[in-house]
């Protein structure tokens, strides 16, 4: 029984594996794409005062 429970601690404390990596330029690509998107979000809400907030 304590075989047991220190089997099943120990896969559970092991962290998962992500089957992808990305580069830190990677991330920054994809932030700055999402940030822009949401200016544009932005830009656009505040150029349209009929929409209730």
Do not use: I
Request: with cysteine.
């Amino acid at each position: 029984m304590t075989s047991l429970l220190l089997g099943l601690g120990g896969c559970a404390s092991e962290a998962p594996k992500s089957t992808s990596t990305m580069t830190p330029e990677q991330v920054r690509g994809h932030a700055d794409k999402a940030f822009e998107k949401l200016k544009m979000e932005e830009q656009g809400r505040s150029a349209d005062p009929a929409m209730p907030r």
